[in-house]
């Protein structure tokens, strides 16, 4: 806890090197996460950048004591993907990680989709389906409903502090199980 906030301490006085030690501690999952949602891969290429001009713009404020590093990266990362959907007008579809997706759905959420991608995105619904039931929940509605964490505590009849913590523990468990050696970013 405290080597992230030194971290972020870092970080926020611009040292370079604790910068690029974000990078590549989180590079990597944020591409993931936008290149599920958005249209391109240069759209998720771009998310990433976006995404640590952001943290690198608010690196003072984190506090260790409200969420983990991890759960502060990523939240920042979905009100970035959001706002970038909404602003694109495209609302992804929802559909539950049990459902069977084809590869036509593959195609039309990235052009050009490849088996790559698809294997990818496979290997992540099932680590999503493997969560514990609110988890799992409180991810798909945030992530492919694009629902706030507000909404989906009323959807749920849920204190918005418990719908936090559930999506704090799913990334923490779902970062845990991505292999680094993928080397998507």
């Keep these: 806890m405290h080597d992230d906030w030194s971290l972020m301490q870092r970080v926020a006085e611009g040292d370079r090197a604790a910068v690029a030690e974000l990078y590549d501690r989180f590079a990597s999952l944020v591409y993931r996460m936008a290149y599920q949602l958005l249209p391109t891969k240069s759209d998720a290429e771009d998310a990433v950048q976006e995404v640590f001009v952001r943290l690198w ?14 759960t502060w990266v990523m939240l920042i990362t979905r009100r ?3 706002d970038q959907l909404r602003r694109m007008k495209v609302r992804p ?19 050009g989709a490849n088996m790559q991608h698809r294997e990818r995105g496979q290997r ?13 929940e409180v991810v798909e509605r945030a992530y492919l409903g694009g629902k706030t964490l507000r909404e989906i505590g009323q959807e749920l009849n849920k ?15 779902l970062r845990e199980r991505i292999p680094s050696e993928e080397g998507i970013a």
Excluded: M
């Design 57 to 70: 713009q608010s690196a003072g404020h984190f506090d260790p004591h409200r969420a983990s590093l991890v």
């Design 80 to 82: 970035y993907l959001v």
């Design 93 to 111: 579809r929802f559909a539950g990680f049990d459902e069977q997706w084809s590869a036509e759905d593959e195609t039309a959420v990235v052009p």
């Design 124 to 136: 992540l619904r099932e680590r999503i389906a493997a969560l514990p039931e609110l988890q799992r």
């Design 159 to 173: 204190p918005i502090g418990t719908v936090k913590s559930a999506l704090s523990r799913a990334l923490a468990v």
